[in-house]
Each structure stands twice: as C-alpha cells, then as structure tokens.
C-alpha cells in the first residue's frame, strides 16, 4: 500500500487532535475488525484443533502426474489395457509407490466399483503386488465421497480390506470420518466412526474432536452433548481440554456465555485447567456482547490462575473496549501490553480506529493511521475499510475518496458494510457517477457478488429518488 497522501496529513497534523503514542509495531495479527465491529478470528491453534498427520502419502507427486496420463478415460476394460501395457513395458522392479499412483490415478475418474474391479486386475495380472494399507485408504476415501444414501459403498471398501487381510485402524477411521464430512455426510460419519469403534478400533482423540466440531457447526447443542456422552460411556472416549474448548467456543459464538461459564466448571471438576485459547474464547465472548467489565474480570482471573495472557489476548481485551466505546481504558491496556512483551500489531491499530470512528472521531483514526505506518506497521484491508466507513459516517466524504483511491491502487477488497456506506455517501451528496464507478470497482475486485453489489446500488438510487420527490433535503 501507499503511504498516506499529504492532503490526509494536512487534516491530522494539528498537534491537538493527538498525542505522542509509544506504539511500535508487531508479528501478524490473529483477530481482524470490520467496519461494522465485528470481530474475525484465525483457525483455532494448530496443536490445539489441527489432528496430526496420520502417515505420509505412498505416492510420489510426480509419479501420479505420470499415471494421470495414462488413463484417457474412465473405462475399465480402456484402464486394464494400460495396465497391463504398463507392467509389461517395466523394465525394472515396480514398488508399492508405482502402484499406489496407478490405482489413485484411475481412481480419481472412475466409480467405486470400477476401483474396485481394477485392484483386483491388478493383483491377478501382477502376482508380485500386494496391496498395502494406503491403497485400500485411497479406495475407502473415494467411497465416501461417492453420493450414497448410505454406506453400501463405503462397507464394500472397508469388506475388501479385512478380506485381504488388512484391518482398519485408526487411520482408516480418520480417513473415513474426514472424507465423508467433506462430501457433507455428517450423520454417516457419525454412524461409521460408532460401527469401526465397536468392530475394529477406536477412534482417536483427534478424530472425535473434528467431529465434535463439526456437529457444532451443524447441529444442536443437545446432539452434540450426546454425541459425546454416547462416545463416553460405550467405548470410554473422554472429551479433553480441546474437546471442552471447542464447546465453549461454540456457545460463546452464539453469544451463550451463561453455557461456557458452565463448562469451564465441568472442565474443571474433569481434572483439566483453562489455558490461555480457552480464556480468549470466553473473552471474545463478551467482547461481542460489547461486555467490557467482564472481559477484563476474564483477563483478571487469568492473572489470578498464573495463565499469561498472549497477544491474542491483549488484541481481543482492545477491540472489545474499543467497540464498547471505553478507548481511555483501551489504550491503559496498550502500555500494559507493551510492558509484558507484546508488540501492537495492525489488528490492535485497527481495534482503536474503529473505536474512534465510533465515537465520531475519524480525524483521530486518521492520525492514528499516519502514526501506524510511521512506526512500520502496514495497515491491512480491514484497516483501511474501517477507515472508510467511519470517514463517511463522520461526512468526509472528501477524505473517504482519496482513502478509497489508495485502497484500489492497491487492489484491496472493499467489505459489505464499507461499500454500502461508501455508495450511500455518494449518492446523497449527488455524486452518482462515482457511485457507479464504486459499484464497478467492487465487481471487478470481486469485493462482493454481482447482486449484493447491485441490490444495494439499487436500493441507495430508489431512496434517494423517493426523497426528492418527497421534496427532503438530504
């Protein structure tokens, strides 16, 4: 991005509107504000909610690039020909990982019986292989991506694989769950991962939290508490600490923080102690209920129980002041952070300008921006659509254009509640033709679709003739 044009320094150079900050700036964010004052938070942490990796890939890159161009078509008498070509053409020793590629190659273009008639070509025109574990995981993953009403598909992969010999895991257990969940078919992974618990093996803590999370997604609290105490008490998988914060999140989300309290409690009496993800989950909580009081009483008791606050932390504990208009405490916080290490990064920057812009103050936002890149810290898009929306709402409509020109010179998104202030700004003032020129930028830059572009367009032009008509001024 450019830095800030003179006409924008011209506007905040008036020593009153602030004072010498000791703001310097920091590693990358991990909670992003929009104009709107809604909080974006990163992934959950990957040793927290990440499942490890369960085995490498038997098949080199390369390999399956090869084999992808050996089959020209789904057909399987086509798919054995070259097969057979292949085997006889080989001069040297085949190994498992040539035939891992050939069999996820045809696999990846076929139907599941089609897979499964060509492995067994396989191992009748080629006595030497054998399959191994990966390449019936290739076959049970295409399974459960296969549209089904049930599981027929998935049984005759998983049948294949205890007949020859290999029996499922807790490898083929996470496969499964995960491949079926990414065709969407919840219910069934729920149902297969409670039929491999009882036959075969249960799955691991990894596996149950991702389903755990996925039924928070989609599903009731109710079922999901009983999910767990199904797991629990027929074959002795216990929630763990990622387990609990993945339910706290989850009510916190829908701004049920009576319910996270609750299961901190049970977290507790379960043996665990809250870390510092759990006591930022509970913080943004009521952060979004613009809850200042309480989230500092959270960040109180995490002091109390030797928990040391990071600086997801300290940037949640800002925006949520910040949005619940205590900037003076906000900014307390700030040296607060600095003295226990932490470095304001662009999301801490942002939390403050969308407080001031709030409070009306977007010239302070301006110079907090200038003081921002003076200290080397780049403000990212949601800074600069923060920016332009409290530039309209605060009728600077001057200022938000030439803030607009920078963010599309470098090519940044506008966000929805930015755009529809910006267009509205516009076209109050008459500048219709601009408006439009907005409406083409968002497009273009695929800010936003086609119709939510144009419906608010739309809907700004009928106000504004009605108005006139009306004989209002604007």
């Not at 093996?201 to 999910?227: A, E, I, R, W």
């Not at 929805?416 to 408006?435: D, K, N, P, Q």
Request: hydrophobic fraction near 35%.
């Amino acid at each position: 991005m450019g830095k800030i044009p003179p006409s924008f320094r011209s506007a905040i150079s008036n020593p009153f509107l602030r004072k010498p900050s000791s703001l310097v700036p920091a590693e990358t964010s991990q909670l992003t504000v929009t104009p709107s004052g809604k909080p974006h938070y990163p992934p959950k942490k990957p040793s927290q909610l990440r499942g490890k990796v369960k085995e490498a890939k038997d098949s080199d890159p390369s390999t399956t690039q090869k084999a992808l161009k050996l089959f020209k078509s789904p057909s399987l008498s086509d798919a054995k020909d070259v097969f057979d070509s292949f085997i006889k053409s080989s001069k040297t020793f085949i190994d498992h990982r040539s035939y891992n590629s050939l069999f996820d190659a045809y696999a990846s273009i076929s139907t599941v019986n089609d897979s499964v008639a060509f492995l067994r070509h396989m191992m009748k025109s080629s006595p030497t292989f054998s399959p191994d574990r990966s390449i019936y995981h290739i076959l049970l993953s295409q399974s459960c991506k296969t549209p089904d009403s049930g599981l027929a598909s998935v049984h005759q992969a998983l049948n294949l694989m205890v007949s020859n010999g290999v029996n499922p895991d807790k490898v083929t257990a996470d496969i499964a769950v995960r491949s079926l969940c990414s065709a969407g078919r919840l219910e069934h992974a729920i149902e297969l991962v409670k039929e491999l618990s009882l036959k075969h093996s249960v799955p691991d803590t990894f596996t149950f939290n991702f389903l755990v999370k996925h039924l928070c997604k989609s599903s009731s609290l109710s079922t999901v508490y009983n999910f767990i105490d199904d797991m629990r008490n027929s074959f002795n998988i216990k929630p763990d600490l990622v387990t609990y914060t993945i339910l706290i999140d989850n009510v916190c989300n829908t701004k049920n923080l009576r319910e996270a309290l609750r299961l901190v409690s049970v977290l507790r009496e379960e043996g665990f102690k809250p870390d510092c993800f759990v006591y930022n989950t509970i913080m943004k909580g009521y952060c979004m209920l613009s809850k200042g009081s309480e989230a500092i009483e959270v960040y109180n008791k995490m002091k109390e129980e030797g928990v040391e606050p990071d600086l997801v932390t300290y940037n949640t504990l800002i925006f949520g002041l910040s949005k619940a208009g205590r900037l003076k405490e906000a900014k307390k916080f700030l040296g607060i952070m600095a003295d226990m290490g932490h470095l304001p990064d662009e999301v801490t920057y942002t939390s403050l300008m969308n407080g001031m812009c709030r409070e009306g103050n977007a010239l302070g936002a301006l110079a907090l921006l200038e003081e921002m890149e003076a200290k080397g810290c780049s403000p990212n898009s949601c800074t600069y659509n923060t920016l332009l929306h409290g530039l309209c709402k605060s009728r600077m409509l001057d200022k938000a254009i030439e803030l607009y020109g920078l963010m599309k010179s470098g090519g940044l998104k506008l966000e929805a509640a930015s755009y529809a202030t910006f267009v509205r700004t516009l076209c109050r003032e008459g500048r219709i033709a601009e408006a439009y020129e907005v409406f083409d930028y968002a497009i273009e830059s695929k800010s936003l679709t086609d119709v939510a572009a144009y419906s608010t367009l739309e809907s700004t032009l009928k106000w504004l003739k009605k108005v006139k008509e009306q004989g209002y001024t604007i």
